[in-house]
């Protein structure tokens, strides 16, 4: 009996050049075309994506503006509700315009240093209201207009004659 005869492997056939280069030219080919497609698909749709990116955006911000005016609303709405108020109003006129109910004493704390104290009265509201009746604005100004012409020749010759004095803390 014969045995059967086992087949020889295949051994690949070493390509000829042309045929590699067919070869390689075909896949590569298929890949350019992809990477083109995919390219001229970007370009297609990308004017479409900025136009959406830009409406988002548009509408982020009309939703901000539209947030902050309600809530402006709802502030003034809370203040308007204080002003119907009658214990926030008589609160508001004690604490602005300093008034006080019948019987009561108000006591007005200030600076020293802005006060003028030579009003003999001893209420501060004589001297403010003096100081509004005043014809002149202040001293100086009514001493400056009885003689301004020699005020302002003075003041140029000064001006154009003297130095000023430097300090040796310069």
């Known amino acids: 009996m014969s045995q059967p ?32 497609v995919i390219v001229l698909g970007t370009f297609i749709v990308s004017p479409d994506v900025e136009a959406f990116l830009n409406q988002r955006r548009e ?28 214990v926030y109003i008589r609160a508001q006129a004690r604490d602005r315009l300093y008034y006080v109910l019948p019987g009561e004493v108000s006591y007005l704390v200030m600076d020293a240093e802005g006060m003028d104290f030579s009003d003999q009265s001893g209420t501060v ?39 000023p004095e430097v300090s040796d803390g310069e």
């Open 5 to 36: 005869r086992l087949k020889e492997p295949k051994v690949p056939v070493a390509l000829t050049q042309g045929k590699l280069m067919l070869r390689m030219l075909k896949l590569n080919s298929s890949w350019v075309s992809l990477i083109l």
């Open 59 to 86: 509408i982020a911000e009309m939703e901000l503006s539209i947030q902050q005016a309600e809530d402006a609303v709802a502030e003034m709405q809370a203040e308007r509700d204080r002003w119907q108020d009658p």
């Open 125 to 163: 509201g004589a001297s403010l209201a003096e100081q509004r009746n005043a014809d002149e604005i202040s001293a100086e100004i009514a001493a400056a207009s009885e003689n301004w012409v020699d005020s302002i020749l003075e003041s140029f010759l000064r001006a154009a004659v003297e130095t």
